[in-house]
């Protein structure tokens, strides 16, 4: 089963300011990109089980020139509060390397 | 037609660049020269308590060579955020390498210093005339919190700067300044089209980010005109493509296309990218919108405590079938010696020591979907916040004792439990800080928030 990080240029995590954390997945070209939106791989609804965060709560955008899906949340830990363990907000991603594409 | 050259150095003052590619930038008669020195990136301890990010002699390094470049070509430099936080004690700090090394490569010129921090009376006026508005997500807000912030910094944009240009300076030390106002602000003033100027401003103020396969920091170039801006990066190995360009305005942002300045809005949903060659990229269609009302973001930092952590690992497989457990009791009955220890004049209310489990959720904490599973080690961090330094280092020096030998059912017998990396195990971290505001202020004017002080060099 191929999965999201095999057909992705970039998945990254980064905090947006202290209290926002955002989500971007890259593609190197317009067929995977097309392909993982049309398949509905990563949606609100998906992030948002993935992640604990409720729905009303997640930004998505789909960035054509950018060939890019952009989420961003409220941080869910606010950024070096006391059980904030990532002061940059750069490895909060990693579920969604693993996200599994439809064949 | 107005054609404004902008250098950008590097992403951050600090983090370096090659001197050959600032050399061609500065044979393209760039009108301004400017770098950021500082986000809220790297948490709010900068900011709180006084640190800057890099050392001394790097930010002098990238200093010298950006003070001669502006020499030779005459044109203005611009240095936002000093020392990471952007606070009063950074511009002076900031100030005070540039002087050094104008005295040693005798350069002079007209210097501007304009400070951020705010005054918590002003604040207070204006948190009770309803004008400290909250962003989103909201936090609470009170004298009380202003009162209690080690600094708070108001984020300038523009004017402030255009200001302290208008009075002839060629080099400006900034406090805390949005990343974009470093770079729009001489296109803007010089007729440049504000939608380019602003996003222009946007695609330089991280260097070569917008580069495709980013190798090193380094700097990149961008012409700005009426109705597009070129941009180009100058080392050799950089290119830009248009995705790389259009990626770029998702970077450290929440959304993509509209990014928000004290006095407008930049707006990138009609941009087009097109190629220029292999390594350049035209940019047309950006737009920005005055806002009908100005506001300036507050930046505020909290001391929470004094922090001593323990790094340790475990490997034993009865004690990490029941970690959680373990730890638990191990903290429940550690409040109680202590309690003993110092006949009540230390307790719970002074301290708490909360632990992350590293090889199970210790990056992502409730985040994390697979925190069922553990390998067959883990790294334990614990973490002493405490009231007072001395009782934070004395709270971790007999905890780390104390759960050393904490036991677990299974074994009889005194066991040692953790793996310790370090002789002392524990690491005094000093003061710890929080962020404490996330709120714009509407001010009467753009400048009333920010001090500038001129001086000869």
Not at chain 2, 87 to 107: F, H, T
Not at chain 2, 276 to 296: C, E, M, N, P, W
Request: proline share 5%.
């Amino acid at each position: 089963m191929r999965k999201l990080g095999d057909v992705a240029r970039l998945i990254r995590s980064k905090n947006a300011g202290p209290f926002i954390l955002t989500f971007d997945i890259m593609f190197d070209g317009e067929e995977n990109y097309r392909k993982v939106i049309d398949a509905q791989v990563l949606t609100k609804s998906r992030f948002a089980s993935i992640y604990h965060v409720a729905e009303k709560d997640i930004a998505l955008f789909e960035h054509d020139a950018a060939m890019a899906i952009k989420i961003s949340i409220p941080r869910p830990y606010v950024q070096c509060d006391i059980d904030d363990g990532d002061v940059y907000g750069g490895q909060q991603h990693g579920p969604l390397v693993d996200l599994e594409l439809p064949d | 037609m107005t054609e404004i050259r902008v250098l950008a150095a590097t992403g951050m003052l600090g983090s370096g660049f090659l001197e050959s590619s600032f050399a061609r930038g500065i044979s393209l008669e760039p009108h301004v020269i400017a770098c950021d020195a500082g986000s809220t990136d790297a948490g709010p301890a900068h900011l709180g308590g006084d640190i800057p990010y890099f050392d001394r002699e790097v930010i002098k390094r990238d200093l010298r060579l950006m003070l001669l470049g502006r020499d030779q070509c005459n044109g203005r430099l611009i240095v936002g955020s000093c020392g990471m936080g952007g606070g009063d004690w950074a511009v002076d700090w900031m100030r005070d390498i540039a002087l050094e090394i104008a005295r040693e490569e005798n350069l002079s010129f007209r210097l501007a210093l304009i400070k951020s921090e705010q005054d918590k009376a002003y604040l207070k006026t204006r948190l009770g005339q309803g004008r400290i508005l909250p962003l989103m997500p909201e936090i609470p807000i009170s004298e009380e919190i202003i009162d209690t912030s080690a600094h708070i910094v108001g984020v300038m944009g523009s004017e402030p700067i255009a200001a302290a240009i208008e009075t002839g300076a060629k080099v400006i030390l900034a406090g805390r300044a949005t990343d974009t106002s470093l770079y729009s602000t001489v296109p803007v003033m010089m007729g440049a089209g504000a939608g380019p100027a602003w996003h222009a401003a946007k695609t330089l103020e991280c260097g070569t980010a917008a580069t495709i396969q980013r190798k090193r920091p380094d700097c990149i170039f961008g012409w700005i005109r009426d109705d597009h801006f070129d941009i180009e990066p100058l080392g050799p190995e950089s290119r830009c493509t248009p995705q790389s360009v259009a990626a770029h305005t998702l970077y450290e942002n929440a959304d993509p296309y509209l990014i928000t300045e004290p006095d407008g809005v930049l707006d990138t949903r009609e941009a087009q990218y097109t190629a220029l060659s292999d390594r350049a990229v035209r940019v047309t269609g950006s737009q920005y919108h005055k806002s009908d009302r100005y506001t300036v973001k507050l930046e505020g930092a909290r001391l929470t405590g004094y922090q001593t952590a323990i790094i340790a690992g475990v490997r034993d497989p009865f004690i990490l079938r029941q970690l959680d457990d373990w730890m638990d009791k191990m903290r429940a009955k550690f409040a109680e010696r202590i309690k003993e220890m110092y006949d009540g004049k230390i307790g719970v209310e002074n301290y708490s020591i909360s632990v992350r489990v590293y090889g199970r959720d210790g990056v992502m904490g409730k985040l994390e979907p697979r925190r069922d599973e553990i390998g067959h080690e883990v790294g334990l961090l614990f973490t002493v916040t405490a009231d007072q330094e001395t009782t934070s280092r004395a709270i971790a020096k007999s905890f780390a004792h104390f759960a050393l030998h904490f036991p677990i059912p299974e074994w009889q017998g005194l066991i040692s439990g953790l793996a310790f990396p370090f002789s002392p195990a524990e690491l005094y971290k000093g003061p710890a800080f929080n962020f404490s505001l996330n709120h714009v202020v509407v001010p009467d004017n753009p400048l009333e928030m920010f001090r500038t002080e001129i001086r000869e060099v």
